[in-house]
């Protein structure tokens, strides 16, 4: 049953009852049409107050039911709004905890509203590539003004209840239990006679409304470039105040369904579906018993490792923050206090959280200092001889029961594990820097690591705040197995005739956060570089990076040295194209008998992309990765992919896994290592997708 019934004092009231955020799923959408209908039927009802069970009024859609048959039953959302303004008995809307979306629009629809303080009011469609799609465009604007509401719809932002009070989006505001305050305000309303308020009866309000449309359009132009919904949000908005209200509803309405239909849309709502989906352990059955966190370890307190630590103290969880010597470590103390202290300047901080982080944070030099922690964070140097001998001595001092966790990008967690005699507690936690920033949490399980172990991974993980990736063991994970073959189709267009600045231009133009060169700059190529150079060790046959070696050689490691694949002004970030580089790869064409050749765009982008697609096809294979939208969640979250394109496995799926598959093949009739995976030849043939 996804609504309740019942009458109190005359007044019925009609609770949606559909958890965890009472979405307005087909079965809630018919329940509050049946229940508005039965209060107007029953004589002995004078007015009518809805509400939502739990913890929120409504926050909008049933995501569950999106692309499926129940998100287009009748009665729609627009039928039942129709509905409760054409009541005759007064409706008010009880609103606490959140409502947001179509919850928002079912409150707009209310004659009257209560609301309590601290609830979470936002038209947030646009965070998924849409507009609101049941008046929200026209109903909160003549409700609040133009400006306020447009700046809610077009950014999705959230506000504060008590925010609102002033605005003319609500009658009142609570101040005990909001439903009986609501049953008391409709007992009042109902002794006014019909016909009771309406928002679409009001008149948009502001003193220049085509000046403001104007100057939004410029804005949303340069900071929303490759989403249509901001701008469909504007030609909405516009329609408030210069169409009639149904004339209006319906533009929106159409703006709503072509938008839902777009490939921009389906993207962002896969990267929101993916990153949910990404929390749920794959082969978890039953109730599984988690270990209590409550005190961390961090041994290394380089930058990554106290940025690791800042995570767990922002949380208000205790850390001991470990290292060799006590400069080590008050170094790291340094940073973490830095980078707080530059939070309380930009104002997201206050002084007294600071200072109360702080006190949470223990260091030492004496690895004894981790006995009693529950969770330790090995953060040493990416060197497995170094990462066995810390495992060890961490396995002589930690109590029984601590999870060990390997912060390794690559390396081979079965065998750290095997260096102790608790391979069972030991996981990957492969953060992504900076640890504090990024919202990338990578997840290792080891052959023997124990479910309890990772769900308390996954728990820790959303303590704190990260997207959290399952991965099985393999050289570089889902991230960095992939960036690798990137990052070599990179280097091959600038071996056969490319130019660093071009190939990173296609890249950003296509979405990406940074350019593959950029990027490397970035991290420090020699990071890399120690990479490149143990697989060269352990497989001679490996490609090598012959231009990339040489820069390295030479001390070019990007942004650290002021020089790398660009040039950079001291203390400065900007990259600049380097004539040194470029000398260095004409010598390198030159020494090899390369007539350099031109690429498109189009051309670098799609060598680029399907080189992750085609690693992502394998890992997948593998069992790396237990479904594409993981491997969609870790670049729209740790390599920065455009979200708008949903993730390369999705970007694949959009454009067609018949047309890559094609494109892969026309490529390995002259290189054979873009043959296309036996994954992708078979989705090929059954027109599957990745995300089917």
Not at 16 to 23: D, E, F, K, Q, S
């Given at each position: ?161 008590e925010k609102l009070a002033d605005s003319g989006l609500f009658d009142r505001m609570a101040e005990g239990d909001v439903v009986q305050e609501a049953i008391e305000f409709a007992k009042e309303m109902a002794k006014r006679s019909a016909p009771h308020p309406r928002a679409r ?319 490397a700059d970035l991290a420090g190529n020699d990071i890399g570089w120690a990479i490149r150079k143990r697989r060269y060790a352990e497989d001679p046959s490996q490609p090598r990076f012959e231009i990339a070696d040489r820069l390295c050689e030479s001390g070019n490691f990007g ?109 390995a009739q002259s290189d054979s290592s873009w043959t296309p995976s036996p994954l992708i030849e078979r989705l090929a043939a059954k027109n599957s997708a990745f995300n089917a």
């Amino acid at each position: 049953m996804s609504t309740h019934y019942k009458v109190v004092d005359n007044v019925a009231v009609i609770t949606i009852t559909n958890p965890p955020v009472n979405g307005l799923g087909h079965a809630v959408r018919l329940g509050i049409a049946e229940g508005i209908e039965r209060a107007k039927s029953d004589p002995t009802v004078a007015s009518i107050v809805l509400t939502g069970e739990g913890k929120a009024f409504s926050g909008g859609a049933d995501m569950r039911e999106f692309n499926s048959p129940k998100s287009g039953m009748e009665p729609g959302l627009n039928g039942v709004l129709s509905i409760i303004e054409s009541s005759s008995k007064p409706v008010v809307a009880a609103v606490h905890s959140v409502a947001m979306g179509g919850g928002l629009e079912l409150a707009m629809a209310c004659h009257y509203r209560v609301a309590a303080p601290k609830a979470r009011i936002a038209l947030s469609e646009v965070t998924m590539g849409l507009l609101p799609g049941a008046g929200g465009t026209q109903r909160l604007p003549r409700l609040i003004g133009l400006e306020s509401a447009l700046n809610m719809i077009v950014h999705g932002t959230s506000i504060s209840s008590e925010k609102l009070a002033d605005s003319g989006l609500f009658d009142r505001m609570a101040e005990g239990d909001v439903v009986q305050e609501a049953i008391e305000f409709a007992k009042e309303m109902a002794k006014r006679s019909a016909p009771h308020p309406r928002a679409r009866d009001k008149v948009v309000q502001h003193v220049n409304p085509e000046g403001l449309i104007a100057v939004a359009r410029a804005a949303v132009d340069a900071r929303y470039k490759n989403l249509p919904a901001p701008k469909r949000c504007l030609d909405a908005l516009e329609a408030s105040f210069k169409l009639p209200f149904d004339e209006a509803l319906a533009l929106e309405r159409r703006s709503f369904l072509e938008l839902m239909n777009g490939s921009v849309s389906k993207s962002l709502r896969h990267a929101f579906f993916s990153e949910r989906a990404a929390a749920k352990l794959p082969d978890a059955s039953g109730e599984i018993q988690e270990r209590a966190i409550e005190r961390v370890a961090v041994v290394g307190a380089g930058l990554m490792g106290s940025g690791i630590a800042m995570n767990f103290l922002s949380a208000g969880l205790p850390v001991v923050l470990v290292d060799v010597n006590d400069e080590a470590v008050n170094k790291g103390r340094r940073s973490i206090q830095a980078n707080y202290e530059a939070s309380v300047k930009k104002a997201k901080l206050a002084p007294e959280a600071l200072e109360k982080r702080m006190q949470l944070l223990q260091t030492s030099s004496d690895l004894t200092s981790v006995s009693q922690c529950d969770l330790i964070i090995e953060a040493v140097y990416e060197d497995m001889p170094l990462k066995l001998s810390t495992f060890r001595a961490l396995d002589e001092v930690a109590k029984p029961g601590a999870i060990l966790a390997s912060n390794t990008s690559t390396l081979d967690v079965n065998q750290i594990a095997a260096s102790t005699k608790r391979p069972q507690d030991v996981i990957g936690l492969h953060f992504f820097s900076p640890a504090n920033v990024m919202k990338l949490l990578e997840i290792v399980r080891g052959e023997k690591t124990s479910i309890e172990v990772l769900q308390t991974a996954f728990n820790i993980a959303r303590r704190i705040g990260k997207v959290a990736v399952l991965s099985g063991v393999c050289d570089g994970f889902i991230g960095n197995r992939m960036i690798a073959k990137y990052s070599r189709r990179a280097q091959e267009l600038v071996e056969q005739g490319a130019l660093p600045e071009q190939v990173d231009r296609a890249a950003e133009e296509f979405g990406m956060a940074m350019g593959p060169f950029r990027m490397a700059d970035l991290a420090g190529n020699d990071i890399g570089w120690a990479i490149r150079k143990r697989r060269y060790a352990e497989d001679p046959s490996q490609p090598r990076f012959e231009i990339a070696d040489r820069l390295c050689e030479s001390g070019n490691f990007g942004q650290k040295t002021g020089s790398g694949w660009y040039d950079y002004e001291p203390g400065q970030r900007k990259a600049k194209p380097s004539a040194r580089t470029r000398a260095l790869i004409e010598a390198y064409w030159k020494e090899k008998g390369i007539s350099p050749r031109k690429f498109s765009n189009a051309e670098i982008v799609e060598r680029l992309i399907f080189a992750l697609v085609n690693e992502g096809a394998a890992i997948l294979e593998e069992g790396i990765a237990a479904r594409a939208s993981d491997i969609d969640a870790v670049y729209l979250h740790g390599y920065g992919f455009p979200t708008w394109r949903g993730g390369p496995m999705f970007y694949a799926d959009t454009v067609g896994i018949f047309n890559v598959n094609r494109a892969m093949r026309s490529l390995a009739q002259s290189d054979s290592s873009w043959t296309p995976s036996p994954l992708i030849e078979r989705l090929a043939a059954k027109n599957s997708a990745f995300n089917a």
